[in-house]
């Protein structure tokens, strides 16, 4: 007995060791995970706290001023700045205040988005961890459970990725974003920020869009129909589908009941209302603004939205309501310039080709500064705003006014040739890149010609070498980085496009004009601007405008370039010719003459001429309608400015490159003794290179006949002196002469005395 029972205190202890042993491990590793979980939530803070902690960088009272922009241009005459145009909100982008907005406006909003709202403190946990639960569970990467916070953050920033890290910064920020702004601060923001269809931004344009009223004057069922639109505008929109459009409003109405919102009565009358519609108009603004104040425009909206780091459509807003004051860089002379040669149409008269209006556009630089101080996109007179502008928005196929920019500046900047560089021009030419290969106009060739004579005629095969030898990478990054053309996509890394101008969309006047910039400011480019600062209501810097500025090339490759072009705009563009200015440029001209340009430059200003038809038609006229344009525009711009030489650096000296040595072909006729009948330079005198064939005629010569085939074929060899003379030989035509007559005499010797037998 006694054995059993130290048996069953031994057990005992045995089952109570291990139990806690058990314990022990259990304990062991719930602190483990407990403090494995702390570690994990610590850096999990720390992760979320510099990874989610950007927040919307504009203020709710930047929107809330509701006071219009103004744009501001310096008298030259005086130097002061004086107000240009005041950039007024209109019925498709306006603020409302929030004491004028009706109380069940807010809530059809709240009853059918975000039942929560008055709750939560910008995140609502429930329908947010449903979205997670749903995402992780069911699959679906679409999340949900956004709070009208939440929403108003999306549409401020334009942040619509559909992933977990964006969800996580939205939240981040909700949380934050209603530490620091009331409930009905956010609700205003959110009713005057929300799309609402038809280029309506914000409750108060949709009111005057949908049903030509005030804000304060909507009913209850107009409300709920304005309101349903914001989920999904193409679905809901009562023009798009009325029947949609009113089962969401009855939706809305039955949820702002359920709430308690509304009464009984309050839903059945709204739900049994009709509603009538009074559709709005869609021009924004009774004043029409110039192309440059648009263009200003435009850059400005473009800018806050990085500056900010929010969408276009909440930058347009606070462009329109936040009272800027926004200084111009056009000069009003020289716009006033090109409105008047611009607004008539007479001046293309002489171009055909098609019914529609052939329309042009330009845009004129100061080349040192970056200023625009003029332009225009279209021929005629502006009647809308917000129209297509040809200066700043539309990608034509630039032609060789490439070549400058794209082969021959990079060219010489990178030592592949000189000006005085040899190259071949001829139909045989084949490249070492590609077996692609240009032709030129009309199908001309010039023989062996210089780099400089090549720009000059706007030789296709020399930009197809050049870029050949710099190869199509570095001529393409020249281009994008060096020139600043923003428009290339991959597919222009190629030789079509950087030979020929080939583009797979094409340029922007302005592009253009910024890029010739770096050939007379010294081989610096610099970047178009159309605005310098921006300023708050209360004369704060908001973001200074400043001048972007390249070193393209050196100041001796833009010195030999400018040479070049000079020689070039005399010889394709004699028109542009001023007696009191030295000019240079290049024109452009694509297949099918769809599309002429010209790019020129004076020591004051430069400026780029796009002319052509919206949509593309072969272009019928004499000489280069671009460069008429530009001829009439910057010859009444220089008037009374003072003469002025372009710049010459203190060295000219480039390193010599050798290119294909040119040999010239003489074709001589000879006759038989050897002597010279005629000889004359083969092939209309162009130099050829060795190892080409040439046919080489015989030419017929009066009094002789050729000895030997007519036509041959000859294979040009390197020589000493440059030259192959191919003989042809010809025997005359002329008869022997006869041989006189023999003198039969007395037999005796010549000299001999005749004596006889007396002598």
Same mark, same amino acid.
């Given at each position: ?76 005459? =005086? ?18 205040? %929030? ?18 709202? %008055? ?42 990725? /559909? ?18 702004? $009331?409930?009905?601060?956010?609700? !205003?923001?959110?009713?005057? $920020? ?27 069922? $107009? ?26 409003? !009855? ?235 923003? =428009? ?6 190629? %030789? ?109 200003? /430069? ?8 949509? &593309? ?44 040595? &040119? ?6 006729? /000879? ?31 009066? #009094? ?54 007396? #002598?």
């Amino acid at each position: 007995m006694r054995i059993a029972k130290d048996v069953a205190v031994t057990g005992a202890h045995t089952v109570s060791g291990i139990i806690s042993m058990i314990f022990k491990i259990i304990g062991t590793v719930l602190l483990v995970g407990i403090t494995s979980l702390l570690v994990f939530a610590c850096i999990f803070s720390i992760y979320c706290k510099t990874t989610f902690s950007t927040g919307v960088d504009v203020e709710y009272e930047e929107f809330a001023l509701n006071l219009s922009s103004v744009i501001y241009a310096k008298n030259q005459e =005086t130097g002061e700045y004086e107000e240009l145009v005041t950039l007024a909100s209109s019925e498709y982008r306006m603020w409302v205040d %929030y004491e004028t907005i009706p109380k069940y406006v807010e809530h059809a909003v709240v009853a059918i988005e975000d039942k929560r709202f %008055y709750e939560h403190q910008g995140v609502d946990w429930y329908r947010t961890s449903g979205a997670f639960v749903n995402m992780f569970i069911g699959m679906k990467n679409t999340f949900g459970g956004s709070t009208i916070t939440q929403q108003l953050i999306k549409n401020v920033t334009e942040n619509n990725d /559909v992933t977990v890290q964006r969800k996580l910064l939205e939240i981040f920020q909700a949380l934050e974003f209603e530490k620091k702004y $009331e409930k009905d601060q956010i609700m !205003e923001w959110y009713l005057n $920020e929300v799309y609402f269809g038809h280029g309506c931004y914000g409750i108060g344009a949709a009111a005057r869009y949908y049903f030509g009223k005030e804000v304060s004057e909507l009913t209850i069922a $107009e409300a709920a129909c304005i309101i349903g639109i914001t989920n999904n505008p193409s679905l809901y929109s009562p023009f798009i589908s009325p029947d949609n459009n009113k089962e969401r409003q !009855e939706s809305i109405l039955f949820e702002m009941y359920d709430q308690g919102y509304i009464t009984l009565s309050q839903y059945n009358t709204a739900k049994n209302t009709p509603l009538e519609f009074d559709e709005g108009d869609d021009d924004e603004n009774s004043d029409i603004y110039s192309w440059f104040e648009e263009a200003v425009r435009d850059d400005v909206i473009a800018d806050i939205a990085e500056v900010k780091n929010v969408s276009k459509e909440t930058a347009e807003l606070l462009l329109l309501t936040g009272g800027y004051k926004i200084y111009a860089t056009v000069d009003t002379r020289i716009q006033a310039i090109i409105d008047d040669v611009y607004g008539n149409p007479d001046n293309l008269s002489h171009v055909s080709g098609s019914s529609q209006q052939v329309q042009s556009a330009i845009v004129v630089m100061d080349p040192y500064t970056g200023d625009i101080v003029g332009m225009s996109g279209g021929v005629g007179e502006k009647t809308g705003n917000l129209v297509w502008n040809r200066a700043t928005d539309s990608l034509r196929q630039p032609g060789s006014s490439i070549k400058p920019i794209a082969s021959y500046a990079p060219a010489i900047e990178y030592g592949v040739a000189t000006p005085s560089t040899f190259y071949e021009d001829s139909e045989d030419v084949k490249l070492d890149g590609t077996r692609w290969m240009t032709r030129n106009h009309n199908w001309k060739y010039s023989g062996v010609i210089t780099v400089q004579d090549a720009l000059m005629r706007s030789v296709n095969t020399v930009a197809a070498q050049l870029v050949d030898d710099l190869g199509v990478a570095r001529s393409f990054e020249f281009l994008r980085t060096k020139a600043g053309i923003s =428009t290339l996509t991959i597919e222009d890394m190629d %030789y079509a496009p950087l030979a020929v101008g080939g583009m797979y969309y094409g340029v922007t006047v302005r592009d253009m004009t910024s890029a010739y910039s770096m050939f007379v400011n010294r081989g610096i480019r610099s970047t178009g601007r159309t605005y310098t600062a921006i300023y708050d209501n209360d004369d704060k810097l908001v973001y200074e405008n400043k001048t972007e500025q390249v070193v393209a090339i050196s100041e001796t490759t833009a010195y030999w370039m400018r040479v070049m072009l000079q020689y070039a705009s005399s010889y394709g563009a004699s028109v542009t010719n001023m007696a009191n200015m030295p000019t240079a440029g290049k024109t452009g001209t694509t297949s099918s003459n769809y599309d002429r340009w010209f790019v020129g430059f004076t020591p004051y200003y /430069v400026a780029a001429v796009w002319t052509g038809y919206d949509n &593309p038609t072969t272009l019928y006229c004499s000489g280069n309608p671009a460069a008429k344009m530009w001829s009439l525009v910057m010859k009444r711009v220089h008037e009374g400015l003072e003469y002025q030489k372009f710049f010459v650096p203190e060295s000219t000296w480039l390193r010599p490159v050798k290119g294909v040595v &040119p040999i010239d072909v003489y074709v001589r006729g /000879v006759d038989e003794d050897g002597n010279i009948l005629y000889e004359e330079h083969a092939n209309e005198g162009k130099s050829m290179v060795s190892e080409r064939e040439i046919d080489l005629v015989a030419r017929a010569v009066e #009094g002789y006949t050729l000895i030997g085939d007519k036509k041959i074929t000859h294979t040009v060899v390197d020589s000493d002196d440059g030259k192959n003379i191919i003989e042809f030989v010809y025997k005359s035509n002329e008869p022997e002469p006869e041989p006189e007559p023999e003198d039969p005499g007395t037999g005796e010797e010549e000299g001999g005395s005749d004596l006889g037998i007396f #002598g």
